[in-house]
């Protein structure tokens, strides 16, 4: 431990394939990092972790949990903090509610998810779980803005190893459809605030009879923050999904709504309701009351229904009702057309940042329920970010699929630091009880921003800081100077936030005599140059928002390297440490489901293998540790090692897997540092060790392979037993004895 008392390096436990997978890499990241004097700890930031640490009062002391979260975010703000961040579950309420059954299985003692909370203490109860729901996490840790790339060998391997590619026809009916009016787009208000009006504001929501309800006060807003505030009009909302809902039908194409339930928390799972509502529309005209009763919620999705259904006494009726209108409606985009899992039915199961660019890698096509594939109306209710969308579309039906092994790359630089933009909304996000007024009022009782609104509607409040802006300008121009290619600010002149960050953005680069070296541009006019410049086989800078960052982080690495999970993500921290994400993709359920059958994981790490390399040269320029400085090259070798022998994971059982895939870069780290020449006291310690891997190489490999094919136990889903999970991810007893 450090005088800090935190670890060198902190690692984060999390959910799903990305911890698994942790139990089989973190050993051998522990014994290497050893031998330089660095400790390697580990914080909980999984969503049964985080459920456990909210009711400690309720658990025995041997089941109590800390708050690592909440301990991980005072971290980030030292300055030398060292953090490797893994993907982690966002929660939908489906899946809030799945794993507060399976502690409740495992002897926790805590409380049901209150649906409709009624006393004081189930709306306590209620609270504690809505701060671990959605992006509960990233808000926390992300104390800076974002830098995220392909690294030059994950790009190398790709371009020489080309993923498969859809062929675009150019007379293909897929599209994007959003809604021209009454979303949060067109109701946006921004404002900068003045000395004067800086300090603690409230929302607050004046009702017809001027009564006044205090929907959020004391929300703490610095001199210069950006401040937004609009609204999605629910009727307008319905009115637009039922006229999607019949345009497709009469077009013979897929339905699919593409969202961000988990991520935006509040306001995306209510979006999600109205679509399963204005879909079943009939069957909650006939049976709305009895299907409320039953506890249906339309945000939960389909699934959530069709179990309560079955627990109806009119459950034959309903469901008979049910398939009638289904049969009637326009076949629907599937999660898992094997299992009859349609778009709608759980809202946490289709995510747009990763089915938007996996509709568009496939040529436009989705799966339907007939489980073959087809063109797709792509439903994106708001239309802030949709033209991104809808531009990469209509580029390809004109020029065709991107070819992997002559495109250039898209670097992302991403304003997120301390909450920026619409993911730090969550709590200043509401569903209006009642006609009337919402105004911000800023702390000197400045009317800010102010709505018409009607029962129903979506209002939200967002903000961006000034600090965190000019940080994000100054990092846009650190890496055009690095890279000297086209950077491009993906702003819109005519969107009422992104005109007030083109007023901080202007003045820093004219200031700093680059503004020739940048452009501004709206999305969609930015989306075809950058696809443009790319297919030319040039690189681009794409500098953008929080929620758009995240978007094209998964769109351009799924169409350059098939995949987004294997992105080099760098936070640069604000107070000067720095969090290493492993790129995107975290949750992977179906390797999880593959792995438990068949005792085989494909999960890959090589997002892992990346940050810990940036990690270790980090703490090597901050601690001046030279001897980190040496491991972190050496991971650099053993991640192209792995890449040049292809030792990534393969899909099917019996074929290597995320486990082979660690043994092997261990063993390419193991030569790299017995052959450095830098450090001879790590040349030393690694030679026998690498010698060893070497000599036992097909035992190892024997051992690995031996243990796929039969199912595993793994004590759990989202919350594994931990003895458990190390004998199945750790089945090599030849590995374990020469790594400890």
Known sequence: MTEN?????????????????????????????????????????????RILAAFPERLSDDQKQSDDLAELGRIVKQPDANVIKLPNISASVPQLVAAVRELQGQGYDIPDYPEEPGTDAEKDIRARYDAIKGSAVNPVLREGNSDRRAAAAVKKYAMANPHSMGEWSSDSKTHVSSMSEGD?????????????????ATIEHVAEDGSVTVLKEGVDFPEGTVVDATFMSAAKLDAFLADQIAKTKEEGILFSLHMKATMMKVSDPIIFGHAVKEFLKPVFEKYGDKLKAAGVNPNSGIGDMMNRVAEMDERAEIEAEIKRVMDERPAMYMVDSGKGISNLHVPSDVIIDASMPAVIRAGGKGWGPDDAQHDTNCVIPDSSYAPVYDETIRYFKETGALDPTTSGTVQNIGLMAQKAEEYGSHPTTFAIPAKGTVRLKTANGDILHEHAVEPGDIWRSASAKKAPIEDWVKLAIERQKAEGCEAIFWLDANRAHDAELISFVKPILEAEGVADKFQIMAPREATRQTLETIRKGENSIAITGNVLRDYLTDLFPILELGTSAKMLSIVKLMNGGGLFETGAGGSAPKHVQQLVEENHLRWDSLGEFCALAESLKFLADQRGNDKARVLGKGVEVATQGVLDHDRSPS???????????????????????????????????????????????????????????????????YHTDEAKTSAVMRPSRTLNEIIG
């Open 5 to 49: 008392a935190y670890p060198d390096i902190v690692y984060t436990k999390v959910d799903e394939a990305p911890e698994l997978a942790s139990h089989s890499l973190l050993p051998i990241i522990r014994s290497f990092t050893d031998a330089a004097g660095v400790t390697v700890g580990m914080k909980d930031i999984s969503l049964a972790g």
């Open 184 to 200: 949060f787009y067109s109701n946006e208000k921004s404002a900068t605030l003045s000395a004067a009006q800086a300090g603690k």
């Open 651 to 717: 899909r099917k059982v019996g074929q290597p897997d995320n486990r082979d895939s660690h043994f092997w870069f261990a063993l390419y780290w193991a030569d790299a540092l017995a052959e450095q020449t830098e450090d001879a006291e790590i040349a030393q310690h690694f030679a026998p060790i690498a010698k060893a891997l070497r000599e036992n190489a097909d035992a190892i490999v024997a051992e690995l392979a031996e243990a796929q094919g039969q199912k595993v136990d793994l004590g759990g889903y």
